[in-house]
């Protein structure tokens, strides 16, 4: 399996488009089942055009991807960004974990120091 790294634009475009609630709910909608541009319009109140407006983002960060069926456009997930977003937040967690582990061992120094 290719683990999949965002570089720093991508990064920066994957989580300015899940910034909008619409689009981190296109982004849900589309992972359960894929959904036509049409579909989903439905779904909000908003015009075609806003929520197309807001699917051309989500395809420019490449966390969906639109593929044409007769006269619909249909809208997938990209599982792989998801994922290599998802990877990224986990090393931030790692990164916080770490400092945490670090603390609570300069606590145990501080107590152990104390005790004697």
């Known amino acids: 399996m290719v683990v999949r790294q965002l570089d ?5 475009r994957v989580f300015a488009a899940l910034a909008d609630a619409t689009r981190r709910d296109i982004v849900t909608r589309v992972l359960r089942r894929e959904a036509s541009v049409t579909a989903l319009a439905r779904s909000y109140d908003m015009s075609f055009a806003a929520v197309q ?4 983002v989500l395809e420019r960060a ?3 991807t639109k593929q044409r069926h007769g006269r619909e456009q249909v809208v997938h997930a990209d599982v792989a ?7 990224l937040l986990d090393r931030y967690e790692e990164i916080w974990r770490g400092r945490i582990d670090r603390m609570a061992e300069i606590l145990d120094d501080t ?4 005790a004697s």
């Open 8 to 12: 720093p634009a991508e990064v920066d």
């Open 53 to 56: 407006k807001h699917v051309a």
């Open 62 to 64: 490449h966390l969906v």
């Open 81 to 87: 960004t998801i994922r290599a977003a998802a990877r």
């Open 111 to 114: 107590r152990e120091g104390d």
